[in-house]
């Protein structure tokens, strides 16, 4: 799956770090990497409320396959909704 710039969103997760306030650190296998502000995604759907504990947002690491965002016990972010936030930010 591309953007509309032709870029790849289904690159996968090399490594991924978490920062303060909810935010991301995402590298990705091709080079891209970037900051992901999660804090309204958060608070706003019940299925990521346990995130809001700082102990489980701390889990993160990439999926199994790389593909994810994932914070255990099922609890996954995919990747191109990350890589998509990255993107848009570096054409703000």
């Known amino acids: 799956m591309k953007d509309k710039t032709g870029l790849n969103l289904l690159e996968p997760i090399a490594a ?29 759907f019940a299925v990521a409320a ?12 990439p999926g199994e396959e790389g593909f994810t965002a994932d ?9 191109d909704l990350l890589r998509r936030k990255v993107l848009k930010r570096g054409n703000d």
């Open 16 to 44: 991924v770090a978490p920062l303060a306030d909810y935010v991301l650190h995402v590298a990705w296998q091709d080079g891209l990497e970037g900051d992901v502000d999660l804090r309204e995604h958060i608070h706003s």
């Open 50 to 61: 346990p995130l809001r504990d700082p102990k489980r947002f701390r889990l993160v690491r």
């Open 71 to 79: 914070f255990g016990d099922d609890l996954e972010i995919p990747g």
